[in-house]
């Protein structure tokens, strides 16, 4: 079962339109981050948002916890913001001390000249 | 900025044989984790360790093994390598408390054949 879900699963932009991704949980979390990845690169961290919102920059993401869903907008995109984007969740686990990030699929986007 | 390191960067391994992941982070992270990427399943965690001597299963365990022998280094292990176990890894460490950002390494690309 896919814990994270995120939507939508590849996205084509032309450069300066902007994106919303979407990422909803099947259970409860308190924490939700955004990470970037470069195509066969690492990944790197955007946001940490565990409620309401938070910007970076061109970056702005929204999470509303009680409704399990996180969003990430990209205003004026750039030719450099094409790659992938996950949307990870902290999760608790029973008996387990600390807690873990578990990632969803991601969204592909490629933005064109 | 952390450092994540691992090696090797790429690997080519025979089915049966044994393989060794190493990763060594810089920044005194209690938290270190081995993860999966692939194709349609995104990150998923293997195993992870909260300090030096301890590691803890992940979500799909079977068949890796890991070592935490100091704060800096944590090794995923492959004694029996099998060709389901192509994939590219990922090594993470973290801070234990409030933001929990994840500092990614580079990743090792690995191909049993």
Same mark, same amino acid.
């Not at chain 1, 940490?48 to 205003?75: A, C, D, F, W």
């Given at each position: 079962?896919?814990?994270?879900?995120?939507?939508?699963?590849?996205?084509?932009?032309?450069?300066?339109?902007?994106?919303?991704?979407?990422?909803?949980?099947?259970?409860?979390?308190?924490?939700?981050?955004?990470?970037?990845?470069?195509?066969? &690169?690492?990944?790197?961290?955007?946001?940490? =948002?565990?409620?309401?919102?938070? #910007?970076?920059?061109?970056?702005?993401?929204?999470?509303?916890?009680?409704?399990?869903?996180?969003?990430?907008?990209?205003?004026?995109?750039?030719?450099?913001?094409?790659?992938?984007?996950?949307?990870?969740?902290?999760?608790?686990?029973? @008996?387990?001390? @600390? =807690?873990?990030?578990?990632?969803?699929? &991601?969204?592909?986007?490629?933005?064109?000249? | 900025?952390?450092?994540?390191?691992?090696?090797?960067?790429?690997?080519?391994?025979?089915? &049966?044989?044994?393989?060794?992941?190493?990763?060594?982070?810089?920044?005194?992270?209690?938290?270190?984790?081995?993860?999966?990427?692939?194709? @349609?399943?995104?990150?998923?965690?293997?195993?992870?360790?909260? &300090?030096?001597?301890?590691?803890?299963?992940?979500?799909?365990?079977?068949?890796?093994?890991?070592?935490?022998?100091? #704060?800096?280094?944590?090794?995923?292990?492959?004694?029996?390598?099998?060709?389901? #176990?192509?994939?590219?890894?990922?090594?993470?460490?973290?801070?234990?408390?409030?933001?929990?950002?994840?500092?990614?390494?580079? @990743?090792?690309?690995?191909?049993?054949?």
């Amino acid at each position: 079962e896919q814990q994270v879900q995120q939507s939508p699963a590849s996205l084509v932009l032309q450069e300066a339109e902007n994106a919303e991704l979407q990422c909803s949980f099947s259970i409860f979390t308190n924490q939700v981050q955004w990470f970037y990845q470069r195509p066969g &690169g690492r990944l790197v961290s955007l946001l940490y =948002n565990p409620s309401g919102t938070k #910007q970076s920059g061109r970056l702005t993401s929204t999470t509303v916890i009680k409704e399990r869903r996180s969003s990430l907008h990209i205003s004026s995109s750039q030719i450099t913001d094409s790659g992938t984007y996950l949307c990870a969740m902290e999760r608790s686990d029973y @008996g387990s001390s @600390g =807690n873990k990030l578990i990632f969803g699929i &991601g969204t592909l986007l490629s933005v064109k000249p | 900025e952390a450092a994540v390191t691992q090696s090797p960067r790429n690997k080519v391994a025979v089915t &049966g044989g044994k393989v060794t992941l190493s990763c060594n982070q810089t920044n005194n992270h209690n938290n270190m984790y081995w993860y999966r990427q692939d194709t @349609g399943h995104g990150l998923r965690l293997i195993h992870y360790s909260y &300090g030096a001597g301890s590691t803890e299963k992940g979500d799909i365990p079977d068949g890796y093994k890991a070592s935490r022998p100091s #704060q800096e280094n944590f090794s995923l292990i492959l004694e029996l390598a099998t060709p389901s #176990q192509t994939s590219v890894y990922f090594c993470a460490s973290g801070v234990d408390r409030g933001q929990n950002t994840l500092y990614f390494g580079a @990743g090792t690309r690995l191909s049993v054949l």
